[in-house]
C-alpha cells in the first residue's frame, strides 16, 4: 500500500551545517546578555542602549564637562590676573602715599599692637583746607580732626571729632587754636598736639587733602550721603563765572535725604559753615557733616564696585592722601569697616565755649566724652548746641 502523502512537513532538529544568517534587530532595540546585561547584537557585537527620542548621548555629555571646565578654569584664571594687577595698582598708590608722610611724623605714633584686622588702632584723619580756591591755597591749617578708633572684636567703629576752633596747648608754642598744629609743624606737631590734649595714643594717621579730595572721590565713583535735613548755604565758591551772577546766586542747595554727591559736590557739601534754613547749625555740625562726608568714601572703599575698578584707578584712589599706613593694612581696615555696623558706630563729639563770642576753651565734660569713645563708659548724648558727648549711629549730631 503506497504511503499516503500527510498534509504537513516534519523538520527534523540539529544544526545545520554552514553559515545560517543572523536575523538583524530592530534599530535601537539590544539583547541582553546573562552574564550582566550589556546590550549585544543579533551578530554578537555592542550596541548602545536606546534611552528615547531626544536623549543625548554619552560623548555630548562629555564634551560638555569638558566645555565647563575650561569656563571655569578662565575664570579662575581671569580673577587671579585681575587680583594681581589691582594689587600692584594699589600698592603702587600707596607707597607714594608712604613717601609724602614725614619720618618725624611716623615716630611720633604709637607702635601697632598687632594686625589691624585682630587689634584694635586709633588713626587719626586730617582734612586740610589748602584748596586751590578762595583764596586758599596758603592755608594748611587742619580743617577737620577726626580720631578713628577700631574694635574688631565687636565689630564697631568709634569717632571722635575734635573742633578746630578748641583753644589748646601746642607742645613748644603755646596755647592757641587746635588746627593751627598742622600749620606750624604738619602732622608730626598735630600728632603730639592731639596725643597731649586727649591722652590718646594715636598709631597711624591720614592726611587729606581736600585740593584732591573730589579727586579721590570722582576715582570711587561717587559717594552716598545722608543728608539729614535741607540745607541752603552762605554764598562761597561760586559757580558761576561772573559777578552779576554770583550776587544773585543764592548758594548751594541740599535737599533731605540720601544723595550721590560727585568729589566736587561732597567737597561743597563738608564745606558748609552755615545754613540759612536753620540758624542753630554751627562749627560743630559742619563736622559732623564731614563725618558723614568721611564714612561714604570709607563705604565706598570697601564696596564691591570699587574691586572692580582697581585695575584702572588703583593708584588714583592714594594720590590725595599721606599716610603711613601700608596697602596691605589698608585692605584690613577696609576689611574691618566692611564688618563694622553702621547702626551700631559710636560718634562722639569734643565740646567747649565755641559760639560766635566764645573763648575756645574746652568743655570739663570732654575727659568724659574720651572714656565713652575708649569704650570705658556707655554713650551720652551732647546736652547743648556746643557741649562733648557720644551718640549711636551719628545722626543725633547733625539734628
Not at 546585561?37 to 536606546?50: A, E, H, I, K, L
Not at 614725614?102 to 605714633?109: G, I, R, S, V
Not at 587733602?209 to 539729614?228: E, M, Q, Y
Request: aromatic share 6%.
Amino acid at each position: 500500500m503506497a504511503r499516503e502523502e500527510k498534509p504537513y512537513r516534519v523538520y527534523r532538529g540539529g544544526r545545520a551545517k554552514g553559515k545560517v544568517p543572523s536575523v538583524p534587530s530592530r534599530p535601537g532595540r539590544t539583547q541582553r546578555d546573562a552574564a550582566g546585561g550589556r546590550g549585544v547584537s543579533g551578530g554578537g557585537g555592542p550596541v548602545p542602549d536606546y534611552r528615547g527620542p531626544g536623549a543625548q548621548s554619552s560623548g555630548g555629555r562629555r564634551r560638555w564637562g569638558r566645555l565647563i571646565a575650561i569656563a571655569v578654569a578662565a575664570l579662575v584664571v581671569l580673577i587671579a590676573v585681575w587680583t594681581v594687577v589691582s594689587w600692584f595698582s594699589f600698592s603702587s598708590g600707596v607707597t607714594d602715599a608712604n613717601k609724602r608722610l614725614d619720618q618725624n611724623a611716623k615716630l611720633a605714633l604709637a607702635p601697632q599692637g598687632g594686625l589691624l584686622i585682630s587689634h584694635s588702632t586709633t588713626i587719626l584723619m586730617l582734612g586740610t583746607d589748602n584748596a586751590a580756591i578762595g583764596g586758599r591755597t596758603g592755608d594748611h591749617h587742619s580743617d577737620s580732626i577726626l580720631l578713628l578708633r577700631t574694635d574688631p572684636s565687636h565689630h564697631r567703629l568709634y569717632y571722635l571729632s575734635i573742633p578746630r576752633d578748641l583753644e589748646v596747648p601746642i607742645p613748644g608754642n603755646g596755647t592757641q587754636k587746635i588746627n593751627a598744629a598742622f600749620q606750624i609743624g604738619g602732622p608730626t606737631l598735630a600728632i603730639k598736639t592731639i596725643r597731649a590734649f586727649t591722652g590718646i595714643d594715636v598709631n597711624h594717621v591720614v592726611v587729606l587733602n581736600f585740593a584732591d579730595f573730589r579727586t579721590l572721590i570722582d576715582a570711587l565713583g561717587g559717594v552716598d550721603v545722608n543728608v539729614p535735613k535741607p540745607i541752603r548755604s552762605n554764598r562761597f565758591d561760586c559757580p558761576y563765572p561772573t559777578q552779576a551772577r554770583c550776587s544773585a546766586w543764592q548758594g548751594w542747595r541740599f535737599q533731605k535725604g540720601t544723595q550721590h554727591m560727585s568729589g566736587e559736590r561732597a567737597l561743597i557739601y563738608a564745606r558748609i559753615r552755615e545754613n540759612r534754613l536753620d540758624p542753630s547749625d554751627t562749627d560743630i555740625t559742619r563736622g559732623a557733616r564731614q563725618q558723614l562726608v568721611m564714612e561714604a568714601v570709607a563705604s565706598r572703599f570697601t564696596s564691591p564696585t570699587t574691586l572692580l575698578r582697581l585695575p584702572f584707578s588703583g593708584s588714583s584712589l592714594a594720590k590725595p592722601l599721606t599716610t603711613d599706613l601700608s596697602a596691605g593694612q589698608l585692605t584690613q581696615l577696609g576689611w574691618v569697616k566692611l564688618r563694622a555696623s553702621n547702626s551700631s558706630s559710636i560718634h562722639c563729639r569734643l565740646g567747649g565755649d565755641l559760639g560766635g563770642s566764645g573763648t575756645g576753651s574746652p568743655s570739663e565734660d570732654n575727659a568724659a566724652t574720651i572714656a565713652m569713645f575708649l569704650g570705658k563708659s556707655a554713650p551720652q548724648p551732647p546736652t547743648d548746641a556746643f557741649g562733648p558727648g557720644c551718640v549711636t549711629g551719628g545722626r543725633l549730631l547733625l539734628q
